[in-house]
T-cell receptor, first 114, second 112 residues
Framework: EAQVTQNPRYLITVTGKKLTVTCSQN?????MSWYRQDPGLGLRQIYY???????DKGDVPEGYKVSRKEKRNFPLILESPSPNQTSLYFC?????????????FGPGTRLTVL | DQQVKQNSPSLSVQEGRISILNCDYT??????FLWYKKYPAEGPTFLIS?????DKNEDGRFTVFLNKSAKHLSLHIVPSQPGDSAVYFC???????????FGRGTSLIVHP
C-alpha cells in the first residue's frame, strides 16, 4: 500500500529539548516536503527536498532543519523547540514538485512544546 | 497578508443538494489552483485542480470553476453526500516557486 508514515503521531516536549519527527515514503518519490498547520492559518510549507541531498527552505523554515540522506526518508529536526512551534505537522511526497495530483500526505504529528 | 482566502470557515448542506465552497486569491502570479480534502486525524488528500488556462474542470461529482478576472475559484459538489463532510483547503501555486499557498480551510458538514 502506497503511504507516507510519520512518527511519532503525538509528542509533548519541553522548550529546548531537541527532537526529530521522522517521515518515510514507500513510493520512490523524489519530492518530499514538510508543512505545519495552525488554527486559522491553513498549511504552510517549512522545507522541501527535490531529491537526495537536495533540500531548500519553504515559507516558514526558521527553527527547523531537515536532511535527505536516503530517498525514502525526510526527517524534520527541531534543535531547540520553542512554544511557538506547537503545531500539527504533515509530511508529504510526490513524484516531483509539480505532481500535486499524485501527492500523498502523512497522517500528521501533533507536537506540543511546553 | 493572506494571498489565498477562504472566507467561510464552515458550511452546512443537506444531503443531495449542491455544496459550493469559495476561494479568493490576490497574487496574480498564481497559475495553478488546487483543492484538498481533509478528514480528522488524517493528512490532506488531493481532490481536484485547475490551471489558469482553463475556467472549469470536472471530476465526477466535483467541479472547480476559475474566474481569473475576479481572482476567484469555487468548488461545487453535486450531489453532496455525508461522506463529503470534511475540511476543504484551497491552494494556489505559481510556476516560479511551485510552493503551494493554502487557504485557512472550510469545514463542510453534509446532513443526512
Amino acid at each position: 500500500e502506497a503511504q507516507v508514515t510519520q512518527n511519532p503521531r503525538y509528542l509533548i516536549t519541553v522548550t529546548g529539548k531537541k527532537l526529530t519527527v521522522t517521515c518515510s515514503q514507500n513510493m520512490n518519490h523524489e519530492y518530499m516536503s514538510w508543512y505545519r498547520q495552525d488554527p486559522g492559518l491553513g498549511l504552510r510549507q517549512i522545507y522541501y527536498s527535490m531529491n537526495v541531498e537536495v533540500t531548500d527552505k519553504g515559507d516558514v523554515p526558521e527553527g527547523y532543519k531537515v536532511s535527505r540522506k536516503e530517498k525514502r526518508n525526510f526527517p524534520l529536526i527541531l534543535e531547540s523547540p520553542s512554544p511557538n512551534q506547537t503545531s500539527l505537522y504533515f509530511c508529504a511526497s510526490s513524484p516531483d514538485r509539480t505532481s500535486y495530483n499524485e501527492q500523498f500526505f502523512g497522517p500528521g504529528t501533533r507536537l506540543t512544546v511546553l | 497578508d493572506q494571498q489565498v482566502k477562504q472566507n467561510s470557515p464552515s458550511l452546512s448542506v443537506q444531503e443531495g443538494r449542491i455544496s459550493i465552497l469559495n476561494c479568493d486569491y490576490t497574487n496574480s502570479m498564481f497559475d495553478y489552483f488546487l483543492w484538498y480534502k481533509k478528514y480528522p486525524a488524517e493528512g490532506p488528500t488531493f481532490l481536484i485542480s485547475i490551471s489558469s488556462i482553463k475556467d472549469k474542470n470536472e471530476d465526477g461529482r466535483f467541479t472547480v470553476f476559475l474566474n481569473k478576472s475576479a481572482k476567484h475559484l469555487s468548488l461545487h459538489i453535486v450531489p453532496s453526500q455525508p461522506g463529503d463532510s470534511a475540511v476543504y483547503f484551497c491552494a494556489a501555486a505559481s510556476g516560479g516557486s511551485y510552493i503551494p499557498t493554502f487557504g485557512r480551510g472550510t469545514s463542510l458538514i453534509v446532513h443526512p
